[in-house]
């Protein structure tokens, strides 16, 4: 009997989602959600009990006790897995992290067509962390050294990578004491799939050691030196204006989507298409212009530097080829599902893949190349409006959310104390006091097995009422962007009054978008400027903080809550746990879950939990923070103590209608 599909109310809380899921109905079309519902998930593989590493097997083990074909146990299989996931999470980042350090070289060489160094202070401050001469010495020439040392850093292999030495002291001696400092990149990438070979490491404890080892390589290595270049090549984010969901396309316009996590091609269509050759080109075909729209990370990448509008989330790219209104769809690296392919073939949408390494059957490929990146971007742009003309009928949701992007850890910095004082010490005493409570990261991806956006904006919504200060990365922030959660003063009747006041003082949002799921270093090194700011701990598993991935789906994602736990954090993930194993059935099956919870809590200070349920999670969140709080001694949180706001234009400002406030916080904002 077919499996009862949920309805587009049930599968998605986004109402331009819900509306385009209608339409697939309609029109006969499968898409993610739907494919979710048909095939249910094996509950073999979901529980991390089968091993596929050679053709002696696949081996199921479901009995008590029972053992793979060559003896492995359940825990060594179910730790096998885990290990392979994060390696290949860290790989997919930190490849990314390498191609931006080859940018920058060709930049520094002057060999990347339309690039230059935009952020001149932070190629100096980033070499200064890392020993490289600045004085008398041009951008190119500093550049070009950290550009030679952060490609190095991925083939080495003895020392360390050199990022490492930016965490805490305290953090870093941990690391050595429980030799996990890592050494090279690819290395720790390379190992993780040598000890994971058939008849290799078959030690669980042995083997979530590496797995340790590896995320961090990612963390505090491919994945931070990817954030400090695309920082030096296309500047630091710093607050803007945009807008985020389906509605943001326009019917009258060229839509081009970007999507994946490069921001380099993303930033040179985004020149190119405000080139007036282009603009004549649009015109020439009957359009206004083009519109520049981005979904995944990718859109992080290029909303929070340009403002330009993010289209969606992960679980809106074949919502977006369903409006019809999309000339071309402009793919990269991760997080792209092959059904846009299959999908496109129903429109007249375009998917171009462009990366050297992402073809996709049936797609276009215009490949990328960095020494001639204006000039691609440009074909691209031709070639998407020159499909403008086979364009059908088109329906755009008209749903579309204002929201504030680009906190970076510079300019939160920056915000709470200026150019001459730029310091922590603000936030520190905020949650010294206890107007903020502690502070949560709500990050990672969208899965159709979960209501898309739920679990996000749930949590969130809670928390910030718990005087809980968010900040957040990736598909999290685009969903918490589209319900009005990281707009500044227009959000703030939704946050406790502790923090409300610090909200207002500063003039920031309560829910702070950090960027793309690379940027989640940016994270870890706001909490190692709030260890050094004092007063909250010397090391990070002290301070009041939780990372929360409630609607996590990719292997990046268990890499990241990998690398943030060996930092010391404590880490939730919603969803099912790949390690979860099948307790009724095999008693022995809960080790690596408690290698990942208890174990990793007592090396590392942070741990690893699954916990499906929203409410469960808030409550797990809140008892950490308010656990390191009493063991800091800070007073106990005490939501009437703060709260008396004196600002009167906020308080007249709520009595308006929001989009009246919006409009008058933020000016018309064209639609
Ligand atoms: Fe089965 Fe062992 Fe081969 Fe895994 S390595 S598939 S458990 S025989
Ligand atoms: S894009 S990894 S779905 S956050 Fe970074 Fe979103 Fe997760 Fe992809």
């Known amino acids: ?6 309805s587009p109310q049930e599968a998605s809380k986004d109402p331009a989602a819900q509306e385009l899921l209608i339409r697939a109905d309609e029109l006969g079309i499968g898409t993610a959600f739907s494919r979710a519902d048909d095939m249910k998930a094996c509950n073999i593989g979901a529980a991390g009990m089968c091993c596929k590493i050679c053709s002696m097997g696949p081996c199921r083990l479901t009995k008590d006790g029972q053992v793979g074909v060559c003896g492995a146990t359940l825990d060594t299989i179910q730790a096998r897995n885990l290990v392979r996931a994060i390696a290949a999470g860290s790989a997919a980042h930190s490849d990314h992290g390498r191609d931006m350090a080859f940018t920058l070289k060709a930049v520094a060489n002057g060999e990347a067509e339309g690039y230059a160094l935009r952020d001149i202070a932070k190629l100096r401050t980033v070499a200064e962390l890392n020993d490289i001469p600045i004085d008398d010495r041009s951008p190119e020439d500093i550049a070009n ?17 050199v990022v490492t030495k930016r965490a805490p002291e305290k953090r870093q001696k941990i690391w050595e004491e429980k030799g996990v400092i890592p050494r090279g990149v690819d290395r720790e990438v390379v190992e993780a799939l040598h000890r994971t070979h058939m008849g290799d490491d078959q030690d669980p404890e042995h083997l979530l050691q590496h797995a340790v080892r590896t995320s961090l390589a ?5 994945s931070m030196m990817a954030t400090d270049i695309s920082d030096i090549l296309f500047g630091t984010p710093a607050p803007v204006l945009g807008q985020a969901n389906l509605g943001v396309l326009k019917e009258d316009y060229v839509n081009v989507v970007v999507h994946g996590h490069e921001p380099t091609l993303s930033e040179m269509i985004v020149a190119a298409s405000q080139t007036p050759e282009i603009l004549e080109y649009a015109k020439q075909a009957g359009a206004k212009g083009v519109q520049l ?3 995944c990370c990718t859109a992080n990448e290029i909303l929070m530097r340009q403002g330009v509008p993010a289209a969606g989330n992960f679980l809106q790219q074949e919502l977006a080829i369903l409006t019809g209104a999309v000339e071309a769809m402009v793919v990269d690296v991760q997080c792209i599902m092959q059904a846009l392919v299959s999908l496109s073939d129903n429109f007249h949408t375009d998917i171009i893949t462009t990366s050297k390494k992402v073809k996709i059957k049936g797609a276009t490929h215009i490949e990328f190349d960095e020494h001639k990146a204006l000039t691609i971007a440009k074909d691209i742009l031709r070639h998407a409006i020159d499909n ?22 510079e300019y939160i910095n920056y915000m709470l104390g200026g150019s001459y004082r730029a310091s ?4 520190n005493d905020a949650i010294m006091s206890g107007r903020i409570r502690g502070v949560a990261a709500i990050v990672g991806c969208n899965n159709p097995r979960s209501q898309h956006d739920h679990l996000h904006t749930y949590v969130t919504k809670e928390l910030l009422k718990q005087d809980v200060l968010i900040v957040e990365t990736g598909c999290g922030a685009i969903a918490c962007a589209k319900e009005g959660l990281l707009l500044g003063e227009a959000g703030l009747e939704k946050v406790g009054p502790g923090l409300r006041e610090v909200c207002e003082t500063v003039g920031i949002p309560p829910v702070l978008h950090m960027g793309s799921c690379v940027d989640n270093t940016r994270i870890l090194t706001v909490l190692t400027q709030v260890v050094a700011e004092g007063g909250l701990g010397d090391d990070i598993d002290q301070v009041p903080a939780v990372g929360l991935a409630p609607e996590w789906m990719s292997e990046k994602a268990l890499a990241i809550g990998t690398y943030c736990v060996a930092s010391g954090a404590y880490v939730i993930f919603g969803g099912s746990s790949p390690v979860s194993g099948m307790p ?12 990942i919870s208890e174990g990793w809590e007592e090396d590392y200070g942070g741990k690893l939990e699954f916990i499906p349920d929203p409410d469960e999670m808030i409550e797990a969140t809140l008892a950490h923070i308010d656990k390191k709080r009493a063991d800091l001694g800070l007073p ?10 004196g600002d009167d234009r906020m308080l007249e400002l709520e009595k308006l209608p929001l989009s009246e406030r919006r409009e008058s916080i933020y000016g018309a904002v064209a639609k």
């Open 636 to 645: 106990e949180y005490d939501a009437e103590r703060f709260g008396e706001s």
């Open 145 to 161: 050294d950290l550009a030679d040392l952060y490609i190095s850093q991925f083939g080495q292999q003895r020392g360390r990578v």
């Open 424 to 427: 922590f010490r603000p936030l």
């Open 218 to 222: 990612d963390g505090w290595g491919g």
């Open 388 to 409: 403008f003309k086979n364009r059908g009928e088109v329906q755009i949701p008209d749903h579309r959310t204002d929201l504030v992007p680009g906190f970076s850890h």
């Open 1 to 6: 009997m077919a499996k009862k599909r949920r």
């Open 584 to 595: 009724d059935r095999v008693s022995d099956s809960d080790l690596v879950t408690k290698i």
């Open 293 to 295: 729209s981005g979904i």
